[in-house]
């Protein structure tokens, strides 16, 4: 592509706005079932090694390719929806994003990378450096589809192009994918894992070619030392320590808690960030926060926001509606919850043009 124009965000613009979203769901991909064991889900990228996918002398680990999760959403006909992929080792992109979708009318989905040493199997100081390898190799690109009218508008800030080496060194550090690399080198493999990801990548480019904004770089300006430390979430759960999940709670709860003060609700699906937050039965979150299974996290989240729309339109409720995130993990998003995630999304973000109601949301 030609040198794209770049669209510079300032979060304190986009804080000053009207809008409010409905609901965010956040997916933080791990890329398979952690808390029960390692299983492998729809998140789990080719020859990755899982409990339920192990590699071994005949199959060298997952048999299948990693699904796209964000793009088809941005062709549901929405009137109003944001949609992005994020990475907490490029903070000032994520914390952007969490706020620009709680501003944005109608609901939104983030999916963000988030690191698990303990399944990935490597040692927790590297969380961060294999983190920001992923997006800077080309394996987890940031991009953004705001939709308007129906119509998705792509753009991007970065990893859209692959860089071999490393791309290489990105699957030499984990051991999930150590098979691939010893007793013996196996090319073939590690060129299919390449290949798969880069027509994805060219899908993409293509998108944004197709459907790209003016200025198709995003680059969003947060003022850190004007974030105040986040406080919705306490210090002392149970993730583990260089969890990546816990790097995205706590850029999620500052990005959350610029836009919404403490008048939110969170409601997290069954998951490593439920069960170490609510350790035996006490909570380590400072505002309500509702643990909800697969099947119905997506539901109870949008029942929650409506229910307080309709409640202040009948005059029962006369304060603030509360924004509200939904956290679940990649083996309830794209495997056990998706199809409740998708019509929560497409009820909220399509059926405004129905209900007059929710078409003025504010
Ligand atoms: C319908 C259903 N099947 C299985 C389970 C058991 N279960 C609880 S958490 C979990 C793993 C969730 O994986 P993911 O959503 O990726 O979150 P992570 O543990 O990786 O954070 C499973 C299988 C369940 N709670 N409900
Ligand atoms: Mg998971």
């Avoid at 999940?245 to 999620?252: C, I, K, T």
């Avoid at 439920?274 to 029942?303: M, Q, Y």
């Amino acid at each position: 592509m030609s040198q794209p124009e770049r669209n510079s965000i300032k979060i304190e613009e986009i804080v000053s706005r009207e809008g409010k979203s409905n609901v965010l769901f956040l997916n933080y991909d791990n890329e398979a079932f952690m808390n029960t064991g390692i299983q492998e889900s729809g998140g789990t990228p080719p020859f990755a090694s899982t409990t339920t996918g192990p590699a071994g002398e005949k199959i060298p680990g997952k048999v299948g390719v990693k699904q796209d999760l964000v793009t088809p959403f941005g062709f549901y006909g929405s009137n109003s929806l944001f949609l992005a992929t994020a990475n907490p080792a490029y903070p000032n992109d994520f914390m952007g994003k969490v706020i620009e979708a709680l501003k944005t009318n109608g609901s939104a989905f983030i999916q963000v990378y988030s690191d698990c040493m303990r399944g990935w199997r490597h040692a927790s100081e590297d969380a961060v450096k294999i983190s920001k390898l992923a997006t800077d190799c080309g394996y987890w690109p940031l991009y953004t589809i705001r939709v308007k009218d129906g119509i998705p508008t792509f753009s991007y800030y970065r990893g859209l192009d692959i860089d071999k080496d490393k791309f290489v060194d990105y699957l030499r550090s984990m051991g999930r994918f150590r098979h691939l690399f010893k007793p013996k080198f196996m090319e073939e493999e590690i060129d299919k894992i390449i290949y798969y990801t880069e027509q994805r990548n060219e899908k993409l480019k293509g998108l944004i070619r197709a459907f790209g904004a003016e200025k198709p770089i995003d680059v969003y300006r947060v003022n850190r030392k004007t974030l105040e430390p986040q406080t919705h979430l306490l210090q002392g759960h149970g993730l583990c320590p260089g969890c990546g999940a816990g790097m995205v709670l706590n850029q999620l709860a500052s990005a959350a808690q610029t836009v919404a003060g403490h008048n939110i609700v969170y409601v997290n699906n069954t998951s490593c960030t439920e069960v170490s937050t609510s350790k035996d039965n006490v909570t380590s979150w400072r505002v309500p926060w509702v643990h909800h299974l697969f099947e119905s996290g997506a539901t109870i989240a949008e029942a929650i926001s409506t229910a307080y729309k309709i409640r202040k339109a009948k005059g029962q409720f006369d304060g603030e509606i509360p924004y509200v995130i939904h956290i679940g993990g990649d083996g309830s998003t794209y495997d056990i919850g998706f199809q409740f995630l998708k019509a929560a999304l497409i009820r909220t973000s399509t059926m405004v043009e129905m209900n007059e109601y929710l078409k003025d949301q504010k």
